[in-house]
């Protein structure tokens, strides 16, 4: 005679979505199922810091050296990640960086993803700890999602349970007179707005940061970040001050200075451009941290 036995099913912590206990990735979004066991051991609710932007922005730059920055203790935090896991992103952006190169795009498949899971704190005012999770989303998953809603139901449901957002828009771009960091940021927030609003009299009180990046390139976004976007990404502050009532803008880089390779082949390699980082220069990289830290 022969017993079935069920197997034991755990929820994911982003989609709620029933998985084997041995599954490594959620069988519906792809999340890591280790946040779950990780979770569990912490005995609290883990706490969701999207990071989102479109692509070539720099968030996977961003997001590395941020948590490299936490694990060194920077601005007195103090920082213990929870898993291996949580380590391959910062560990991918420094070692390229470190070697003069940026690092490779973000794929959309979600199952390729880093993920990083960290619990941190204050040191000097001992303050509770509290468990954070940054996934590194894709610039074009983003995208997708927004021109198509339910597209990437894993970005639907991170940003829904999300406690606060940094928004990365290319100050670079936006300097220079491009709309398209305005246009995207614009739909971005279009997006949250409409995903979390009820009540269309009522502004959205979840906190978000608007991170200039690659403000190297028009150093004039560090004086005054807020000033910057009002004339430079305009669509972007009307949304902000109609629908918004927690936003606080940054301006931030991480390269001090670039190179440009170029092929010396024939054919259609001949105008291709490599851009090279001499050397990281970080500045402005913890400030919206701190500050979306203090919100939540």
Same mark, same amino acid.
């Given at each position: 005679?022969?017993?079935?036995?069920?197997?034991?099913?755990?929820?994911?912590?982003?989609?709620?979505?029933?998985?084997?206990?041995?599954? $490594?990735?959620?069988?519906?979004?792809?999340?890591?199922?280790?946040?779950?066991?990780?979770?569990?051991?912490?005995?609290?609710?883990?706490? $969701? $810091?999207?990071?989102?932007?479109?692509?070539?922005?720099?968030?996977?730059?961003?997001?590395?050296?941020?948590?490299?920055?936490?694990?060194?203790?920077?601005?007195?935090?103090?920082?213990?990640?929870?898993?291996?896991?949580?380590?391959?992103?910062?560990?991918?952006?420094?070692?390229?960086?470190?070697?003069?190169?940026?690092?490779?795009?973000?794929?959309?498949?979600?199952?390729?993803?880093?993920?990083?899971?960290?619990?941190?704190?204050?040191?000097?005012?001992?303050?509770?700890?509290?468990?954070?999770?940054?996934?590194?989303?894709?610039?074009?998953?983003?995208?997708?999602?927004?021109?198509?809603?339910?597209?990437?139901?894993?970005?639907?449901?991170?940003?829904?349970?999300?406690?606060?957002?940094?928004?990365?828009?290319?100050?670079?771009?936006?300097?220079?007179?491009?709309?398209? /960091?305005?246009?995207?940021?614009?739909?971005?927030?279009?997006?949250?707005?409409?995903?979390?609003?009820?009540?269309?009299?009522?502004?959205?009180?979840?906190?978000?940061?608007?991170?200039?990046?690659?403000?190297?390139?028009?150093?004039?976004?560090?004086?005054? /970040?807020?000033?910057?976007?009002?004339?430079?990404?305009?669509?972007?502050?009307?949304?902000?001050?109609?629908?918004?009532?927690?936003?606080?803008?940054?301006?931030?880089?991480?390269?001090?200075?670039?190179?440009?390779?170029?092929?010396?082949?024939?054919?259609?390699?001949?105008?291709?451009?490599?851009?090279?980082?001499?050397?990281?220069?970080?500045?402005?990289?913890?400030? /919206?941290?701190?500050? $979306?830290?203090?919100?939540?």
């Amino acid at each position: 005679m022969t017993l079935w036995v069920e197997d034991e099913l755990v929820d994911c912590m982003i989609c709620e979505a029933p998985n084997p206990a041995e599954a $490594i990735l959620c069988g519906k979004c792809s999340a890591p199922m280790a946040l779950v066991h990780d979770t569990a051991e912490e005995n609290r609710e883990p706490r $969701i $810091i999207s990071v989102v932007g479109e692509s070539n922005v720099g968030k996977t730059v961003y997001l590395g050296f941020l948590l490299d920055m936490l694990s060194r203790c920077a601005k007195d935090f103090e920082a213990v990640p929870k898993g291996p896991y949580s380590i391959d992103l910062q560990q991918n952006v420094v070692s390229y960086m470190s070697n003069r190169m940026f690092p490779p795009k973000t794929p959309m498949e979600p199952n390729q993803w880093y993920w990083a899971y960290y619990k941190t704190r204050r040191k000097r005012r001992k303050s509770k700890w509290v468990d954070l999770v940054m996934p590194d989303m894709a610039g074009e998953a983003l995208a997708a999602e927004v021109a198509t809603p339910q597209t990437f139901t894993v970005i639907r449901n991170l940003l829904n349970k999300s406690a606060g957002t940094l928004m990365l828009v290319d100050a670079g771009l936006a300097a220079n007179g491009a709309s398209r /960091p305005d246009f995207f940021a614009l739909k971005m927030l279009s997006y949250i707005d409409a995903m979390h609003s009820n009540n269309g009299e009522q502004r959205l009180r979840k906190p978000i940061g608007v991170v200039l990046c690659k403000s190297d390139f028009c150093p004039e976004s560090f004086d005054d /970040p807020q000033r910057f976007v009002e004339a430079n990404l305009n669509r972007l502050w009307n949304l902000c001050q109609s629908r918004f009532a927690n936003v606080r803008f940054f301006a931030c880089s991480a390269v001090g200075s670039l190179a440009y390779a170029t092929s010396g082949g024939a054919g259609s390699d001949r105008d291709y451009v490599q851009p090279i980082p001499l050397h990281t220069a970080l500045h402005g990289i913890m400030e /919206p941290f701190e500050w $979306i830290i203090d919100q939540i």
